[in-house]
């Protein structure tokens, strides 16, 4: 099992910054890779961007690249999703998760077998 926990969700203004944590505990050795999400209710759950747990390789929705950045320290077992010039349709709540298996369906939430409850990021205009 493996266990992940989101933080670090707030209200910022338009163009602010906000960094998300994911800390990850159980058998994190298990973990192949990372992935943020996010959704506004009544929408499907959107793709932000993965981290590979070991070799640190990236992916980014197109919406988020330059804007976003997924990072991860494997000595604390967290990932971070550091958002920049953000707005508000960036508001939604943010998910972490982590899926043990490899392949390439990592833009796919059915990828991933871990999810934390959710962190939510609300940007003011």
């Known amino acids: 099992q493996v266990q992940v926990v989101e933080s670090g969700g707030g209200l910022v203004q338009a163009g602010g910054s906000l960094r998300l944590s994911c800390a990850a505990s159980?058998?994190?050795?298990?973990?192949?890779?990372v992935g943020w999400f996010r959704q506004v209710p009544g929408q499907e759950r959107e793709f932000v961007a993965t981290i590979t747990w070991n070799g640190g390789n990236t992916d980014y929705a197109d919406s988020m690249k330059g804007r976003f950045t997924i990072s991860r320290d494997n000595a604390k077992n967290t990932v971070y999703l550091q958002m920049n010039s953000l707005q508000p349709e960036d508001s939604a709540v943010y998910y972490c998760?982590?899926?043990?298996?490899?392949?390439?369906?990592?833009?796919?939430?059915?990828?991933?077998?871990?999810w934390g409850q959710g962190t939510l990021v609300t940007v003011s205009s």
């Open positions: 159980g058998r994190t050795f298990s973990i192949s890779t």
């Open positions: 998760a982590a899926g043990t298996e490899f392949g390439w369906r990592t833009r796919n939430p059915s990828f991933y077998k871990y």
